[in-house]
């Protein structure tokens, strides 16, 4: 996952969409033709700290504001999880749900951390599909916690996703801005979570 965060990194295809408070937003098209959405924001903590931030699933719909729910559902092995997530409807877009891998890894030679999800069509019957929402793919996506100084951490957002159904251009603008902002957001829950509060 670090050689996938690194390449990505490099890539040239990636326009720049936003760039404020500290937060960039790049997006391209993927070799299936999905849209990719990466975002990078650095943040006064250790990995460790953003890390059991983002791995509380509760805490998910508080810094991710398209996120309703989010839940574990089973245990695969060490790190390893299969997660239920759904969406809120979001202006012209109807709900989205979709079930993922979940993989958590330290890496041995540095303090930097992958939290890697991934779609498995084996573990599609955990949460069957339903009239209420339109299921989702996510190909590959995740954080990636990078150590550049004391206590800062950069964090990257990478993920591409297949909405599925019909959804417009302007959408997929809209959700990569809403998508990136929750790296802003979570500056304020890890520093809550950290605290204890």
Same mark, same amino acid.
């Given at each position: 996952?670090?050689?996938?965060?690194?390449? %990505?990194?490099?890539?040239?295809?990636?326009?720049?969409?936003?760039?404020?408070?500290?937060? @960039?937003?790049? !997006?391209?098209?993927?070799?299936?033709? %999905?849209?990719?959405?990466?975002? !990078?924001?650095?943040? =006064?903590?250790?990995?460790?700290?953003?890390?059991?931030?983002?791995?509380?699933?509760?805490?998910?719909?508080?810094?991710?504001?398209?996120?309703?729910?989010?839940?574990?559902?089973?245990?695969?092995?060490?790190?390893?999880?299969?997660?239920?997530?759904?969406?809120?409807?979001?202006?012209?877009?109807?709900?989205?749900?979709?079930?993922?891998?979940?993989?958590?890894?330290?890496?041995?030679?540095?303090? %930097?951390?992958?939290?890697?999800?991934?779609?498995? =069509?084996?573990?599609?019957?955990?949460?069957?599909?339903?009239?209420?929402?339109?299921?989702?793919? $996510?190909?590959?996506?995740?954080?990636?916690?990078?150590?550049?100084?004391?206590?800062? @951490?950069?964090?990257?957002?990478?993920?591409?996703?297949?909405?599925?159904?019909?959804?417009?251009?302007?959408?997929?603008?809209? @959700?990569?801005?809403?998508?990136?902002?929750?790296?802003?957001?979570?500056?304020? $829950? $890890?520093?809550?979570?950290?605290?204890?509060?």
């Amino acid at each position: 996952m670090k050689e996938w965060f690194e390449e %990505n990194e490099k890539n040239s295809e990636w326009k720049r969409g936003t760039d404020k408070k500290g937060l @960039t937003v790049d !997006c391209k098209q993927s070799s299936r033709g %999905n849209n990719m959405l990466r975002a !990078c924001k650095t943040m =006064p903590f250790t990995p460790w700290q953003i890390y059991l931030t983002i791995c509380e699933g509760k805490l998910r719909p508080v810094y991710d504001t398209m996120i309703e729910k989010t839940e574990y559902t089973s245990k695969l092995a060490t790190n390893t999880y299969t997660s239920y997530q759904k969406t809120k409807k979001m202006f012209i877009l109807s709900s989205r749900d979709l079930m993922v891998v979940l993989y958590m890894h330290k890496h041995k030679d540095s303090d %930097n951390i992958s939290i890697i999800a991934f779609g498995d =069509p084996s573990i599609e019957s955990v949460r069957p599909v339903t009239s209420a929402c339109v299921r989702a793919t $996510v190909f590959l996506g995740g954080f990636y916690l990078e150590k550049v100084g004391q206590s800062q @951490t950069k964090v990257t957002l990478i993920q591409e996703i297949d909405l599925a159904g019909s959804v417009p251009k302007m959408a997929y603008s809209s @959700t990569n801005d809403m998508q990136a902002e929750q790296l802003n957001k979570l500056v304020d $829950v $890890v520093a809550k979570h950290s605290s204890g509060k």
